[in-house]
């Protein structure tokens, strides 16, 4: 399992110190939005740029944004680890995951929680990770929508034996984490749940304590 410390629930105001309390955590989580695709403003390259320089973690940069394609030689400069687009945004799918590759990263792609996965059948071998959204994108905090257990089942019998990361973000917390797990998660996006902690690090070894 890998935990993504989503950065979207940090304080700005001392985010070096806010990132020193994650450095448990396997990766640095960016929702970046762009007021249009999601309702909500976030941030962008200037602040995945500064978070590059306080974290050894590696970054995941999750693009909710439209024309994705547009932006991702840019996004690929800061060398994150994986790059995901939303299915919903990217015209042209295939040929985007293959950019994103071809820049260098992992390409990943988000599935809003009413769409379906049929599409993604079509673009597995260009797949490195999947990013099943449990709550509405577009803000933070947000409770994790039950139905969608179902749907990280079906997710994890969609990829089947392929190198796959099956990401879920969206209510994560130590209450529903193992449940997510044996659903067929792997990879987890928490950011309330981790900064609101009295103690952060504490909190991620007991994300992961819960799935052993």
Do not use: W
């Not at 929702?31 to 974290?55: H, K, W, Y």
């Amino acid at each position: 399992m890998r935990i993504s410390a989503s950065i979207l629930a940090a304080d700005f105001c001392n985010l070096r110190a806010e990132l020193a309390k994650v450095k448990g955590a396997d990766l640095v989580h960016f929702d970046v939005m762009d007021g249009q695709f999601v309702p909500n403003i976030s941030f962008g390259l200037p602040v995945i740029e500064a978070v590059s320089r306080c974290t050894e973690l590696p970054l995941d940069v999750h693009l909710m944004i439209k024309h994705p394609e547009n932006y991702l030689e840019q996004f690929a400069a800061v060398r994150p680890e994986i790059i995901t687009v939303h299915y919903e945004a990217a015209v042209h799918l295939q040929r985007t995951l293959a950019r994103i590759r071809e820049l260098g990263c992992k390409a990943g792609v988000s599935l809003n929680p009413h769409t379906p996965l049929d599409g993604l059948r079509y673009v597995l071998d260009d797949l490195d990770l999947i990013l099943v959204m449990t709550v509405n994108p577009g803000f933070g905090g947000q409770r994790f929508i039950p139905a969608m257990l179902e749907k990280i089942r079906d997710c994890r019998e969609l990829i089947g034996a392929r190198p796959i990361e099956l990401q879920v973000d969206g209510g994560v917390r130590v209450e529903n984490i193992r449940e997510l797990a044996e659903a067929g998660a792997n990879n987890f996006v928490a950011g309330s749940a981790i900064f609101q902690a009295e103690d952060p690090a504490a909190y991620i070894e007991a994300l992961r304590r819960a799935v052993r």
